[in-house]
Nanobody, 117 residues
C-alpha cells in the first residue's frame, strides 16, 4: 500500500522560513513527478511547485523566488524550502506523487502552515 507522508508544517512569523518534507512509503514504482499544492480556507487547491525525476522544476507565480523544491530520488523524498513567508501563504500543504502510468497518483493528508505574527 502506498502512502504519502508530509511533515514540517507549523506556525511561523511573516518573513520567516519553513522546510516541508514529503516521503513516499510503500510501493515500488518509479516516481516521475513530486509536487506540492496548497489550499487556504475557502479557496481552491493551487499549485505551489513540482519537480520531475530529472530535476525540472515548475513553480506557481505567487511563490517564485521565495520557495524552492528539491528531491532525493534515492529516498523517494521531496522537500519544499519556504522563505520570506507571507500571511497569504497560510494553508494546508499537500504532497502529490505521480508515477509513469495513469493510476499511479497519490496524495498525502496535508500539513498545516500558518504565517502570522
Amino acid at each position: 500500500q502506498v502512502q504519502v507522508v508530509e511533515s514540517g508544517g507549523g506556525l511561523v512569523q511573516p518573513g520567516g522560513s519553513l522546510r516541508l518534507s514529503c516521503v513516499r512509503v510503500g510501493g515500488s514504482f518509479t516516481i516521475y513527478m513530486m509536487g506540492w499544492y496548497r489550499q487556504a480556507p475557502g479557496k481552491q487547491r493551487e499549485l505551489v511547485a513540482t519537480m520531475t525525476k530529472r530535476g525540472n522544476a515548475n513553480y506557481g507565480d505567487s511563490v517564485k523566488g521565495r520557495f524552492t523544491i528539491s528531491r532525493d530520488n534515492a529516498k523517494n523524498t521531496a522537500y519544499l524550502q519556504m522563505d520570506s513567508l507571507k500571511p497569504e501563504d497560510t494553508g494546508s500543504y499537500y504532497c502529490n506523487v505521480k508515477g509513469t502510468y495513469s493510476g499511479q497518483d497519490y496524495w498525502g493528508n496535508g500539513t498545516l502552515v500558518t504565517v502570522s505574527s
